[in-house]
């Protein structure tokens, strides 16, 4: 078992112990998230990949948040936000801007990256290192800045 799926485990019966309805009701959708994959795709997941579910989850809350505050519906919004705030827990810390903004010179460098259809090769470079840490359409804009200017 991965270390990462055995920490949400780990939080989860905490959480349990704790009676933290939320919190658990969150863990046990990351975990049902999870399960489902492997069920379907007949794999055990790695931490990368419990990751790259963790940062679709995040994703997945950013967007229904915008939707719900344009709705004006702030208790779905909120609840949302409680969902995002425990998803986060088990991500890396965030990057900076300045750390995002060395990593992708770094991948521009080392592609030899000059115009824009280089822009896959550095996204390619870019996104196993980032995965969690970093909103990839962010990234995105900031890699267009950079081959365009």
């Known amino acids: 078992m991965s270390e990462l799926k055995q920490r949400i485990t780990a939080e989860m019966k905490a959480a349990m112990r704790a009676k933290e309805k939320a919190r658990l009701g969150t863990i ?3 975990q ?6 492997e069920v379907d795709e007949r794999i055990e997941l790695d931490d ?3 990751m790259a579910v963790l940062d679709k989850m995040q994703k997945q809350r950013r967007d229904s948040i915008s939707q719900y505050d344009a709705a004006g519906r702030q208790d779905l919004a909120d609840l949302e936000r409680q ?4 998803i986060k827990t088990f991500l890396p810390q965030p990057l900076t801007e300045e ?14 990256a000059q115009s824009m259809q280089d822009m896959g090769k550095v996204m390619g470079i870019l996104k196993p290192r980032i995965q969690g840490r970093a909103d990839m359409g962010d990234v995105s804009r900031l890699v267009k800045a950079r081959l365009a200017g």
């Open 48 to 50: 990368a990949r419990v």
């Open 99 to 112: 750390e995002l903004a060395a990593l992708v010179e770094q991948a521009m460098d080392a592609t030899g």
């Open 32 to 37: 049902a998230e999870i399960k489902r994959i």
């Open 83 to 86: 969902e995002l705030e425990v």
């Open 28 to 30: 046990r959708m990351i």
